[in-house]
Each structure stands twice: as C-alpha cells, then as structure tokens.
C-alpha cells in the first residue's frame, strides 16, 4: 500500500489529462499532482525538497535529468530508487552512478527499465505475430534481473550500472 504518489510533468496540459483520468476512477485521495519545469528539476533547493517528499524517483521524459548540477541535492534525502523509462537520465553514467551508489541510492540503468519495449520491439521486428502475452512473458524475467544487478552491485561493491553491464555481457 502506498502513503502517496506524486505525479509530475512538465506539461501542464498532460498533468491535467492524468488528474482527470484519476478523478474518473474516484483514485486521487493519495496522489499530488506537480507540473514543474527543466530549470527547477536541476534547481538544488527544488529537488532537496522533492527528494525528501519520495522514494521513488522514475524519469520519464526529459533526459539527462541527474546531473552535475542537482546530483548532490540527493545526498542525505529519503530518496532511494531512480527507476525510470527516460533514456541517459544520468548526464554522466559511469561518474554519477558511482555518485548514486556512494550516497546508497539504487540506480536501475535505462537500458534495464526499458527492457520491456526492446522485446516487444525485437518481436516485431522479426516478423512474428505480434502477441502481447508472449512480449508479457519474455518481459516477467526483468524482476529478476533486476535482482541480480542489484545482488552482484551489493556483493561486489560496484555500482548497480556496472553490474548491469557485467550481466549484459
């Protein structure tokens, strides 16, 4: 069960179609909703503030969201997952994973989250009949490879990114 969700976006026009979608279903009692630009997500002070309101962080759109400029912002926070479909939401990979893995924050890589699309992508591609439930079923093994990044990111020492890359291969 969740205390609260808060759902944010950079375009008002979108927020405001999600609150409705919500409304509809009579499920907003636990949701916030935030419409917040670039300039504060890289803004020390907004994301201190953000970070001690969640615990789950998941970028979805913008790119580049954890940077130089706001990573530190997250240390000491009750932040301690980013999880998130945005493709590169770290400016510098290798540098602020470690960064993440210091402060005892998960980081799950892009390319992990985003697993679920390149299998549906890859079945297409080849010309299968396009089966939602087989795309289901090749995606249900995330779970566990995400538990194994986070496993061997723990045993080893090494951030979560570098474990990733080591089950890739």
Not at 38 to 57: C, T
Not at 103 to 113: K, S
Not at 114 to 123: L, Q, S
Request: include cysteine.
């Amino acid at each position: 069960d969740i205390e609260k969700l808060i759902c944010a976006e950079i375009n008002e026009e979108r927020i405001m179609w999600v609150k409705k979608q919500f409304e509809r279903m009579e499920k907003t009692e636990k949701i916030e909703f935030i419409v917040y630009t670039k300039e504060q997500i890289q803004n020390q002070q907004y994301l201190v503030e953000l970070a001690n309101k969640i615990d789950i962080f998941a970028p979805c759109a913008l790119g580049r969201s954890i940077s130089d400029t706001n990573i530190n912002a997250l240390k000491g926070t009750r932040l301690k997952l980013i999880c998130g479909s945005e493709n590169n939401q770290l400016a510098d990979e290798e540098k602020h994973s470690r960064m993440l893995h210091e402060m005892g924050i998960l980081y799950i890589p892009d390319f992990v989250a985003n697993a679920g699309g390149i299998i549906n992508c890859v079945t297409e591609i080849k010309g299968r009949t396009f089966l939602i439930c087989r795309t289901i079923d090749q995606s249900r093994n995330i779970r566990n490879t995400v538990k194994n990044i986070i496993e061997m990111s723990r045993e080893k020492n090494i951030t979560t990114l570098d474990a990733a890359k080591k089950i890739a291969e």
